[in-house]
């Protein structure tokens, strides 16, 4: 049973999730000119679910090969955890990063939605709502958006990001309102890693794309991307799903374009104005509405 809540351990888990998501983008970008997209995705998610694997193997996790009914529902989840990453790639060429980060950030509403109906127990309240809208409106501030498109084929990125966010309100509560949800994490975890390496090596092979060089800087992005994000965070996340609601999850996650600006403006020296700290005070007084008892 989900707690109603998050408490600080929760929060504080959450806060270094979205700090470390914030910043995903920025090593994505440096592993690009040796590791094209689909290929990047395809070997970041066959490391990480090694390393996942041999991790559940050194502490005798036994439940991990434990047949429980699981597989194909498994195998479901990893398909729209891979769909998610794959119209992520996709629609970035076709629209800018400011206008991606913001629309797959609308995942906490669809989340929500879905919550009212598949999660009786974890729909919101209306003032709950509200501080969803707040937390998004945040969101769009520090983006700079609405802005206008680069391209004019800019609608179709677009549509493609919206549709990744909802691949991943539904991997969410496919999860939650599932028998997934009291499967060991890891396990769900290697479902999602396994179909991602997969799609991504095979959309690679079929797209022509191939490693380009082995530079550092590209080699430790793509070695950060695997060993942290999807093999640490993706984990860390699905263990918070099994405790805590869905939607009050998911609405959190609006912290990480925050942590990626700020991340810009410490590493790259971008500029920060004030509209900034309007952005972090509504984020913030969404997330205390939402997470009301």
């Known amino acids: ?71 194909w529902l498994g195998l479901f989840s990893g398909l729209l955890f891979s769909g ?59 983006m700079g958006v609405p802005r206008g498109a680069t391209s004019p084929h800019a609608w179709l990125g677009d549509l493609m990001i919206i549709g990744a966010a909802v691949f991943w309100a539904a991997t969410t509560l496919g999860i939650k309102a599932t028998r997934l949800a009291t499967a060991p994490p890891e396990k769900v975890l290697l479902y999602q890693l396994a179909m991602s390496a997969v799609i991504g090596l095979g959309a690679g092979m079929a797209t022509g794309e191939s490693v380009r060089g082995v530079s550092l800087a590209p080699v430790l992005a793509l070695t950060y991307q695997t060993v942290w994000i999807a093999a640490t965070t993706f ?4 263990r918070l799903l099994t405790l805590y609601p869905a939607s009050t999850l998911q609405a959190g996650t609006s912290m990480s374009p925050l942590f990626g600006v700020a991340a810009a403006a410490l590493i790259l020296h971008e500029p920060v104005g004030p509209m900034f700290l309007l952005a972090v005070a509504l984020v913030v007084s969404g997330l205390v509405l939402v997470n009301r008892r």
């Open 1 to 71: 049973m989900s707690k109603r809540s998050l408490d600080i351990a929760a929060i504080a888990m959450l806060v270094l999730l979205c700090a470390s998501w914030g910043g995903q983008q920025v090593a994505v970008k440096i592993a690009l000119p040796d590791f094209p997209p689909f290929l990047q995705m395809g070997i970041r998610s066959a490391g990480a679910g090694l390393l996942v694997l041999f991790y559940c193997l050194a502490t005798g996790r036994g439940r991990l090969f434990v047949r429980d009914g699981s597989l």
């Open 84 to 142: 998610e990453f794959v119209l992520i790639y996709l629609g970035l060429q076709w629209t800018d990063a400011s206008r991606t980060s913001l629309f797959l950030y609308t995942a906490p509403f669809f989340v929500a939605l879905g919550a009212t109906w598949l999660l009786p127990a974890e729909r919101l309240r209306w003032p709950q709502w509200v501080g969803l809208g707040l937390s998004f409106c945040g969101t769009a501030i520090v």
């Open 235 to 238: 984990l860390l996340w699905l």
